[in-house]
């Protein structure tokens, strides 16, 4: 196992055995779920191979078969061809976060040691009081300027900047979209994942413009032949953003062709005659 891999990841006994789609599973799905589980966890999801999957859980294709129709779902393909649990790409995302944050306040507990063993060493010889409150107002002023230094102050905003969340996404898609357009008004479990998986193909400063995007879009707020309106579970789905940016959903100026104006004007000049010897048959009755 590489050192950078995580030996383990959060299991939570009563979110598994409480999920109904668990508790429909035999023993031996059941079985067979968890060890892919272990297998997605420390090979970075599983391959999309289902002899290679068959030889892992020690079955026969046919045996693997049947067990994969009915947990095919909890690995669903990712962009990159691996299938994995999304649940548990969350708990990942959630250790390396940890595990920066660790690092971080590693490196700076160490600068701070050094930089204090360093002033000990440096210290001059004093030998009256004057001289030893002249070294203590210079040592004061030196620190108050070197923790106000921009480098200081852009590590400190950094680390005190939220990480995004899947709620941040929804309140960007709230605040980004207009009506007819849905509001979010509740992330379930599913919007959750599948908002975590986008926030980890890119930024939440980058979906701004995407939902901007959406909601400028006169077929995304319903008008198509069949009164479609975008959501956001719509906008969560994996190819969504990539497709809003191409410009699919972006509005276009139709243009009339010389033949449909002409079928235009032939069909008010049919309109305009019908009526007027529909008014001229009522007058004679």
């Known amino acids: 196992m590489a050192p950078d891999k995580a030996p383990a990841f959060q ?63 909890k690995f669903p393909k990712m962009d990159d061809g691996r299938l994995r649990n999304e649940r ?6 959630k250790q390396a976060a ?15 040691r050094w930089a204090e063993a360093h002033a000990v060493i440096a210290q001059p010889s004093l030998s ?19 923790s106000s230094t921009p480098d200081s102050t852009e590590r400190e905003a ?5 990480r995004p ?22 992330l379930t479990d599913r919007r959750r994942k599948q908002a975590m998986a986008r926030l980890r193909e890119r930024p939440l ?3 701004r413009p995407i939902f901007q995007r959406i909601n400028a879009s006169d077929f995304c707020r319903g008008q198509n032949d069949r009164g479609w309106i975008a959501t956001f579970d719509w906008a969560l789905q994996p190819d969504t953003a990539a497709k809003v940016l191409e410009g699919k959903y972006d509005n ?34």
């Open 98 to 112: 940890y595990k920066q944050e660790r690092s971080e306040s590693g490196r700076k507990g160490n600068a701070k």
């Open 128 to 146: 009256d009081e004057n001289s030893i409150a002249n070294h203590r107002s210079s040592s004061a002023s030196s620190s108050a300027s070197s």
């Open 158 to 162: 950094a680390s005190a900047a939220p």
């Open 205 to 207: 400063e980058e979906w």
């Open 11 to 73: 299991f939570y006994p009563r979110d598994f055995v409480g999920d109904l789609d668990v508790a429909a599973l035999s023993l031996e799905e059941v079985g067979a779920y968890t060890l892919l589980l272990c297998y997605a966890w420390l090979k970075d999801g599983l391959p999309d191979d289902p002899a290679k999957l068959a030889k892992a859980l020690h079955v026969t294709p046919a045996k693997f078969q049947r067990l994969w129709r009915v947990i095919a779902h």
């Open 252 to 285: 276009r100026t139709k243009v009339v062709s010389a033949a449909d104006a002409r079928a235009s004007n032939l069909k008010r000049e049919r309109e305009a005659w019908l009526n007027r010897n529909k008014g001229a048959s009522d007058d004679a009755t």
């Open 88 to 93: 548990q790409e969350e708990e990942r995302a």
């Open 165 to 186: 969340s899947a709620q941040a996404l929804a309140d960007a898609w709230n605040e980004d979209t207009t009506p007819p357009i849905a509001r979010c008004r509740e």
